[in-house]
């Protein structure tokens, strides 16, 4: 388990909307909540670690983008996100304006 959270903290980037745009239209982005630590999801994830993957849906804290956050951020189209590739899924992680 130390060997994958070491290889995903490897990967673990930050991405412009713009870049998320070819993910989000293959229904591959899901998005993280900004209370749940990233690599933690992703190690569930990529673990499948059903139960707490499943409490997380449940309560709304990994979700698929909605049509009105997709129209947002075309608008803004640098808006940054954390990001991990778990493959099939890209997670994202919005990055608070400063």
């Known amino acids: 388990m130390s ?5 995903l903290t490897e990967i673990l980037d930050e991405a412009e909307w713009e870049w998320l745009i070819p993910h989000v239209q293959r229904d591959a982005v899901i998005l993280v909540a900004l209370e749940l630590n990233l690599l933690d999801v992703g190690v ?3 673990s499948d670690n ?8 449940d309560r709304l804290l990994i979700t698929k983008p909605t049509t009105v956050q997709v129209g ?7 808006k940054r996100f954390n990001t991990l590739i778990v493959q099939p899924y890209v997670l994202a992680q919005e990055i608070a304006a400063a």
């Open 50 to 57: 059903i139960p707490s993957v499943q409490q997380w849906i």
């Open 72 to 78: 947002e951020w075309n608008l803004e189209r640098s």
């Open 3 to 7: 060997d994958l959270r070491a290889e």
């Open 44 to 46: 569930a994830i990529a």
